[in-house]
């Protein structure tokens, strides 16, 4: 078992577990692992969502794949709070991919608020390799 530590602008350290922890076979470890990247991606700053998206927005286009829907409800709640941190055009490129029901989805989440975790302030995620 191993530990995830939060710490204000350390996640792109962290990329390879994050991509482990979300393939993981128990879906709470995956839609914790992307809830705890949303509390992340809502309590930093801009500058800092704009060096680590490019890493993270296809882990999260990949967990909307998911068969477990509490994963892939993370995955849109994760995508939702970049966008509504960075704003849109960083993340065309990558949303372009999306079907149209997927992009209206993504679309009423950011215009209705809804990206948060829910008051998740867990600041240490435990996973299993």
Same mark, same amino acid.
């Given at each position: ?10 996640? *792109?350290?962290?990329? #390879?577990?994050?991509?482990? =922890?979300?393939?993981? %076979?128990?879906?709470?470890? !995956?839609? &914790? ?37 509490? *994963?892939?409800?993370? #995955?849109?709640?994760?995508? =939702?709070?970049?966008? %509504?941190?960075?704003?849109? !055009?960083? &993340? ?5 991919k999306l079907d149209d ?29």
């Amino acid at each position: 078992m191993g530990f995830l530590l939060y710490s204000k602008g350390s996640i *792109v350290v962290v990329t #390879a577990d994050v991509k482990v =922890a979300v393939k993981n %076979k128990v879906p709470l470890v !995956r839609s &914790l692992t992307l809830n705890w990247l949303t509390f992340f991606i809502e309590t930093n700053n801009k500058a800092t969502i704009l060096k680590m998206h490019k890493d993270y927005v296809p882990i999260f286009l990949e967990s909307l794949n998911d068969g477990t829907p509490e *994963v892939r409800d993370a #995955a849109f709640a994760a995508l =939702a709070a970049i966008a %509504k941190m960075v704003g849109m !055009r960083p &993340l065309e490129r990558s949303l372009e991919k999306l079907d149209d029901v997927r992009k209206k989805k993504l679309s009423d989440m950011i215009g209705n608020g809804e990206a948060s975790t829910s008051g998740s302030g867990v600041q240490i995620l435990l996973y299993s390799r």
